[in-house]
């Protein structure tokens, strides 16, 4: 991808991407992105732990780029979800982050039925903006990406967790709490054995998502998602039995959108689809491809046009102006 540029009159905003695995945070204005830094997820302490880190980052972040927080224009949020409101702001129930949902069972440091986020950040921050990420990308991929130009489309992550944003008509959906597009959540299996941090038995998310796959094949010496696909490129039966079964359930979940929406185009990103995409594409494209042509002749799956910089230019597309 070539780099983005803004305008050269445009003050300082920050983009802060929450994700299940880290938080990472940029300051952007005229002169382009700088100050990125990064830190895994807070999932410990109280139930404002992850604003609070946002607002240390986002500091850190403005000093590196030699920004004075006060200057800030505005802050843009784009994060996991999905949300709840709480008078109007937006709280996280995040399966990767909350361990209220699930129980302790799936092993994460805390029992917060929702982690705190948009009310402490407009403590600090003027302009915050929150965003579920799968929204907020697909922002971004039809302003700099795969998906200009292209009024029915998606964005679809396959990473720590499973999610998707949906533009019909050229107009993005966002739901009743901003949470439209979590496909990671919907059934396409009968297989009921993964448990899924929002407490569902064998959802798309519990099944394929990056953090799954260890807790689903440890016991079969899989010990990660990058080891399960270079085992399979390499043609390990095994392992290329375990990622055709992945790309079932995924596909199927790609071909789900693809009828409910009538789409055009699907622009695909997220750690575990952006590092084996090459791979992982055509086996996507044959479980929609030749299927009921009247909603999936021409539909178009393409790798995210920002590359594996969606996340950052997410959370910025939420606050920089034309």
Not at 261 to 267: E, N, P, T, V
Not at 270 to 285: A, T
Request: proline letters at 5%; charged letters at 20%; one cysteine or more.
């Amino acid at each position: 991808m070539t780099d983005i540029t803004f305008p050269s009159h445009m003050p300082p905003v920050a983009g802060v991407d929450i994700g299940g695995t880290k938080v990472a945070v940029s300051v952007a204005d005229g002169r382009g992105v700088r100050g990125k830094l990064s830190q895994p997820t807070a999932v410990r302490g109280g139930r404002d732990a992850l604003a609070l880190q946002v607002v240390d980052l986002v500091r850190q972040s403005c000093a590196m780029a030699g920004v004075a927080p006060a200057d800030l224009a505005a802050v843009g949020v784009s994060s996991c979800g999905p949300f709840v409101m709480r008078d109007g702001l937006v709280e996280l129930n995040s399966p990767n982050i909350c361990g209220g949902m699930a129980g302790a069972a799936r092993g994460l440091p805390n029992d917060w039925p929702t982690a705190y986020l948009e009310a402490p950040l407009r403590q600090v921050f003027p302009g915050v903006r929150v965003e579920n990420d799968g929204i907020a990308a697909l922002e971004a991929e039809r302003r700099w990406g795969a998906l200009r130009d292209v009024a029915n489309c998606a964005y679809v992550t396959w990473s720590t967790g499973i999610g998707a944003g949906v533009c019909v008509d050229g107009r993005a959906l966002r739901g009743k709490n901003g949470n439209a597009g979590h496909a990671g959540h919907m059934f396409v299996s009968d297989n009921e054995e993964a448990l899924c941090g929002c407490g569902n038995l064998g959802d798309v998310e519990a099944l394929i998502a990056g953090n799954a796959i260890p807790r689903r094949f440890a016991a079969q010496g899989i010990a990660d998602a990058p080891g399960l696909f270079t085992a399979a490129r390499a043609g390990e039966p095994h392992a290329q039995a375990v990622v055709d079964e992945l790309c079932r359930v995924m596909g199927r979940a790609l071909y789900n959108l693809t009828i409910l929406f009538d789409l055009q185009r699907i622009s695909l990103g997220g750690s575990v689809f952006w590092h084996h995409r090459e791979f992982l594409l055509p086996k996507l494209q044959a479980y929609v491809h030749g299927k009921l042509p009247a909603l999936t002749e021409g539909v178009d799956f393409v790798p995210a046009g920002l590359g594996d910089r969606v996340g950052d230019y997410a959370a910025l597309a939420l606050v920089v102006g034309d």
